[in-house]
């Protein structure tokens, strides 16, 4: 271990910190460009294949940017689907983002960084960074966007350079260190632990915008809210934001498993899709049709439970569902999306959207404001952490190919410099007043949420 991680670990102050060099390499998570025809024709695409750890050098700093010893991170689909070198390989992206010239050409070279999730402690910070000194505790928003560009300033989603880091740019939060702008960092909740803070900005940012935000479904009081995997990590912050604005958290689950966990979570109604034949080998493959039928299903239990069609649908499965939400949601209903895990091209009947005056929303991350007061609830002790196990980096190949099959609840955290779990901890009254009973409501028992990690 290289003497300034040594000192992050040893809690110095900033004095020391800045005190010790800065190593020249370091250990990360990361992907070769070699590697980017391993699957081809392969009907398995198994991460494990591509995710290797081990060292790379480290980026110069830019004027804007913060150098952050990197305790825990998450994995996130886009750690999947970069893995997989799908829907394109990510060193596009970087080749793309390159291209600019001057400090962006960093990012393009033969290894990706992946992660875009992180806490930690800053040890250096670039010449024109106000905001933040070394030694501050932060946790990194996944929107990197250029402040130079106008419709920046409007949203920062909106900018047509907006990059989310460590997935279209290089130098991710998979590793001890990470590089990232100075507008992508928030102060870390101190009742946290460094596994559970890292495991909250890209999904509960993204919820936010979805359901909060004003670009999104603009939630209100009362509002009746179907969520499509409502124990995602994604769902799992979508549910708790219901609760939190007043409105009724309909959660669709694929298990008895999850459906017990989503109950622990406080949803309202719990729907078991294998129950009411939705499994996910039913054959729908987005069919309207099959959509239209089992949207009646669906339906009829939803109005059982609470007396009305849904006002909002939140989906990010995609393909194998959205046709189904557009159907469920009442007349003048909205269905927000951030993604399509079961495939993007979707089928649905436009009958149903456009004579029952219906809104179709696209939804990205989050900007810094929309993450700010996000992370703001947070510290509040208002949401909670959706993580239910916890890796060390050198098996990040294991921890990413349970989210590739869909075995795990919530996040799947992974501990970078961290010796071990819950540590980082600098507020222990408000963790006792918010009650270790209700953090991370998807774990799973005391005795197994670590055991993906060694004893030391």
């Not at 239910?388 to 410099?417: F, W, Y």
């Amino acid at each position: 271990m290289d003497s300034l991680a040594r000192a992050v670990l040893e809690g110095a102050d900033a004095e020391r910190l800045e005190r010790e060099p800065v190593p020249e390499q370091y250990t990360a998570a990361h992907l070769r460009a070699e590697d980017v025809g391993l699957f081809d024709g392969a009907a398995e695409k198994d991460v494990r294949r591509t995710l290797r750890v081990g060292p790379v050098p480290m980026p110069a700093l830019a004027p804007d940017e913060v150098l952050v010893a990197v305790m825990a991170g998450s994995v996130n689909y886009n750690t999947v689907w970069s893995a997989m070198f799908e829907p394109r390989p990510t060193f596009d992206f970087l080749r793309r983002h390159g291209r600019q010239g001057g400090w962006a050409a960093r990012h393009d070279q033969p290894y990706h960084v992946l992660g875009s999730d992180a806490s930690g402690v800053i040890v250096r910070t670039g010449s024109g960074v106000r905001r933040w000194r070394t030694g501050d505790h932060v946790v990194v928003s996944c929107t990197h966007v250029d402040d130079q560009e106008p419709a920046t300033h409007s949203d920062g989603m909106l900018g047509g350079e907006q990059r989310i880091w460590g997935f279209e740019t290089n130098f991710g939060g998979l590793a001890h260190y990470t590089v990232v702008r100075a507008s992508q960092l928030l102060s870390k909740a101190a009742h946290l632990t460094w596994e559970e803070a890292a495991s909250i900005p890209l999904c509960a940012g993204t919820s936010y915008r979805m359901l909060v935000g004003e670009h999104g479904a603009r939630m209100k009081q009362g509002d009746i809210v179907l969520i499509w995997g409502a124990t995602g990590g994604l769902g799992a912050f979508a549910v708790q934001l219901v609760k939190n604005g007043g409105g009724v958290p309909i959660g669709i689950v694929s298990s008895e498993a999850k459906a017990a966990a989503l109950s622990r979570l406080g949803c309202d109604v719990v729907i078991n899709r294998t129950e009411i034949g939705l499994g996910d080998d039913d054959g729908s493959d987005g069919d309207p049709g099959w959509a239209i039928e089992s949207g009646k299903r669906v339906g009829r239990i939803i109005r059982r439970e609470v007396g009305e069609d849904p006002h909002i649908a939140l989906d990010y499965v995609g393909r194998s569902t959205f046709a189904t939400s557009v159907f469920l949601v009442r007349r003048g209903g909205t269905v927000v999306t951030c993604g399509s895990s079961t495939g993007y091209q979707h089928q649905y009947d436009n009958r149903y959207l456009w004579m029952n005056l219906k809104r179709i929303v696209g939804s990205h991350s989050a900007n810094l404001q929309e993450q700010w007061e996000c992370n703001r609830l947070v510290q509040a002790g208002r949401l909670m952490p959706a993580l239910s196990e916890v890796h060390p980096l050198d098996q990040i190949g294991a921890a990413a190919r349970r989210v590739q099959l869909n075995r795990h609840m919530g996040k799947v955290g992974v501990l970078c410099l961290a010796p071990e779990p819950g540590l980082g901890v600098t507020d222990p009254e408000t963790r006792a007043r918010v009650g270790e009973d209700r953090l991370n409501p998807l774990r799973a028992p005391a005795e197994d949420v670590y055991a993906h990690v060694p004893a030391r």
